[in-house]
């Protein structure tokens, strides 16, 4: 291991590796991506959780940023400050708002933000207008998927502020914004990658579709303390007391999250690889 960091550290002083930062929301995210990545390196870089490795012709700097685009940004605007980067590449689970199955990748032309969400995204520096995805690199991962076996798809992505767990709610979204895939993240990631001119991509997997109800309101467990003090994560758990079926629920999303896990893990293994 000590080997292969020294000939990593020399071949990125050459300018010989691709530096590239894959941004994640959660832990779950981050495992799918570390799978295809030989990590030499554990940090903390901008509060966030980063595990630093290798794979191919690449250097990779792989972040949990945690949930929302404020957090997101916050962590995209640090990190690009203090580290140059060839490429931010926003990857982990999302919504799909086209046909789709559980697993396929959602391959974003570009990503925006729900209009009627733009107030409630906090102090997140989000676009006007539409982030562009950066074309080379999106023709790479479209290959990539092909490579892999994986199905895809392409076409906008959709930022929203809260996570819409109810099929009507995502089916408004598709209809208001053209979108094939829905996150809480990208667009203030795209938004910092924009400003410090870092091309920018995003790539995620399939874990709910369209028509389908989420098992719970998962805005309980992302919610601040209330006045009695109680944290997010109690309020979820008291709901699933008081509704048992919201366990049967869980389990399936368990399910679709592990499969999109998988086709996560399978796709930066196949585009990195061909990153040259």
């Known amino acids: 291991m000590a080997a292969h960091a020294r000939s990593g550290a020399l ?64 962590v995209c605007r640090e990190v690009l400050a203090q580290h140059p980067l060839d490429l931010a590449l926003s990857c982990g689970f999302a919504c799909a708002l086209a046909p789709s ?55 906008r992505f959709v930022t929203v502020p809260r996570v819409l767990w109810r099929a009507d ?33 995003v790539v995620r997997a399939a874990s709910d579709l369209l028509d389908e109800d989420l098992p719970l309101d998962f805005n309980l467990f992302l919610a601040p303390p209330g006045p009695r003090g109680f944290a997010g994560w109690l309020r979820g758990a008291g709901f699933c007391l008081v509704h048992p079926s919201a366990v049967v629920g869980l389990n399936r999303l368990r399910r679709q999250s592990a499969v999109a896990s998988e086709r996560m893990t399978r796709f930066v293994e196949r585009f990195l690889d061909d990153l040259q």
Request: glycine share 12%.
């Open 101 to 155: 199955r559980i697993g396929d990748l959602l391959i974003g032309t570009d990503v925006t933000v729900q209009e009627d969400g733009v107030s409630s995204l906090g102090q997140a520096a989000v676009p006007s207008g539409a982030v562009p995805c950066a074309e080379p690199f999106r023709e790479v991962a479209i290959a990539a998927a092909q490579k892999a076996g994986l199905a895809a798809h392409v076409g």
């Open 169 to 201: 709610e995502k089916r408004r979204a598709a209809l208001s914004t053209g979108a094939i895939g829905l996150d809480m993240e990208s667009a203030a990631m795209g938004a910092a990658a924009v400003a410090r001119q870092v091309p920018f991509l």
């Open 11 to 74: 071949r990125e002083a050459a300018g010989l590796l691709k530096r590239v930062g894959i941004f994640t929301a959660t832990r779950w995210e981050l495992d799918a991506v570390c799978r295809a990545v030989r990590v030499e390196e554990k940090r903390r870089i901008a509060g966030a959780r980063c595990l630093v490795g290798l794979r191919g012709n690449c250097r990779i700097y792989a972040f949990q940023t945690g949930v929302g685009a404020a957090k997101a940004g916050a």
